[in-house]
């Protein structure tokens, strides 16, 4: 690894010695560079043994960039760094990684580019001249641009929802472009209406070391790891442990572990970060007790449980552990089910989520109790509920139940009604006094 060929040069100092960059379209893009951020600049010719990474941003990527620059990490912290310059040829032993799609640097490439694989999302990429990858060029997200004047050359070309520009093209096993026309039929991915993922096309999963991997976003997730990815270069034979790393890295990484070593103890670790994981797990090891234990730990994890183990019982620890009413089937139903999700929620509970047969005026009032009484009017139009007579009941529960009917139902008449109730307590004067801008806005003063 050659560190000496980069240096951190400052944006005002790039801009006088690359003058020809100033014009280019995705310099400086929004504008926003300070003349004393930086470039990370090699004036010649780089070879780079390793992975090359563009997201520079990021906590990981700067331990990296201190080490090539050998520089204190704190140095490297404090630095901005808004683009790469590279004034001759780059080739990495590697796979050059852009694995954040939102954004990333600008990058300018003066001549040809070598490398095992190129994974390009937010940044804008410019190269002069030839890419040539031993496995798979891959550009996905619409935040990022890659423009090549040469060609593209690698057994596998992916564009996946990107602006992707090139002059010519060379792959021999796989091309596939969402927004190109010269793509092979068999070569477009299908729709699964049940995850709604888009499943790429059984020619490129035939090319791919591991058969598991469906879609575009689990080949990033390899590439973005710098992962030999093709059966016909033999990558390195993985692990249990290599396994583990993977899943405690990303739970969805479960899905991707070969039969042999999906063990019940690796599924569980995969649970242990967090229920969404279940869906992974095999089948064998999903139990009525590992569904309990997950939905007291967190009633969301009830979306992710498989019908036959769905109970009430299991409803019921759902609503107690917090969860959303429309993630329980509603043939479990009851108002006092209803009520229990409601209080115990970590959201502001959603009555326009109760089916109509369950909106009565106990319901309701309950609901107004509970909090904000959000969709109140909608609720009471559509069912026919006068809304006054059931907050007239609220105010009748209790003069503790001011707060949430000045706070979130504040009117005329609730202001009248309630002042008719309780006019004579020592408590009514704190409420006024609480709410008085309200009263004084609708000039109330008479209740002061």
Not at 98 to 105: L, M, Q, R, T
Not at 185 to 206: F, H, M, V
Request: glycine fraction near 6%.
């Amino acid at each position: 690894m050659h560190n000496s060929v980069f240096k951190l040069i400052t944006i005002k100092e790039v801009k006088n010695q690359y003058s020809f960059l100033i014009d280019r379209e995705g310099f400086d893009y929004f504008e926003e560079w300070e003349e004393e951020d930086f470039f990370l600049v090699a004036a010649e010719n780089v070879s780079f043994e390793g992975n090359f990474y563009l997201d520079l941003y990021e906590d990981k990527e700067k331990k990296w960039l201190s080490k090539v620059l050998n520089l204190p990490l704190k140095e490297i912290e404090n630095l901005r760094i808004e683009g790469i310059l590279i004034n001759g040829n780059l080739s990495v032993s590697g796979t050059i990684i852009n694995a954040e799609g939102d954004y990333g640097p600008y990058v300018f490439i003066k001549g040809n580019v070598s490398c095992q694989s190129m994974l390009l999302g937010g940044s804008y990429v410019e190269i002069e001249g030839n890419v040539r990858a031993q496995e798979v060029v891959m550009t996905y997200y619409n935040h990022g641009n890659f423009k090549c004047s040469g060609c593209v050359e690698a057994p596998v070309f992916i564009i996946n929802d990107h602006n992707t520009v090139f002059s010519e093209r060379k792959n021999d096993l796989f091309y596939y472009n969402d927004n190109g026309d010269d793509v092979d039929p068999k070569n477009e991915c299908e729709y699964d209406d049940e995850t709604g993922d888009e499943i790429i096309s059984n020619e490129l999963r035939k090319l791919l070391d591991n058969p598991l991997i469906e879609t575009f976003e689990e080949l990033e997730r390899d590439l973005a790891r710098g992962e030999l990815v093709l059966k016909q270069n033999h990558p390195p034979a993985k692990t249990y442990e290599y396994w583990r790393g993977r899943v405690l890295g990303n739970y969805r990484d479960l899905k991707l572990v070969p039969k042999e070593f999906k063990t019940e103890e690796l599924c569980n670790l995969a649970l242990d970060i967090t229920y969404y994981a279940l869906p992974f797990v095999n089948k064998d090891f999903i139990t009525a007790e590992l569904c309990r234990k997950l939905v007291e730990k967190d009633g969301f994890a009830i979306r992710e449980i498989p019908d036959q183990f769905i109970t009430e019982e299991l409803c019921w620890k759902a609503a107690q552990s917090g969860t959303l009413i429309s993630l329980i089937p509603d043939h479990f139903y009851s108002e006092e089910l209803i009520l229990a999700t409601f209080i115990n929620s970590k959201n502001e509970p959603n009555i326009t989520d109760v089916p109509a047969a369950f909106i009565t005026d106990s319901l309701l009032e309950e609901y107004v109790k509970i909090g904000k009484g959000l969709w109140m009017d909608k609720v009471c139009k559509e069912n026919g509920k006068d809304k006054l007579s059931i907050l007239k009941r609220v105010i009748d529960s209790g003069i503790e139940c001011l707060d949430n009917i000045f706070g979130n139902h504040f009117s005329k008449e609730t202001a009248e009604y309630a002042f008719s109730v309780y006019k004579s307590q020592e408590e009514w004067n704190k409420y006024v006094q609480k709410y008085k801008v309200k009263f004084e806005r609708l000039g109330l003063n008479e209740y002061f």
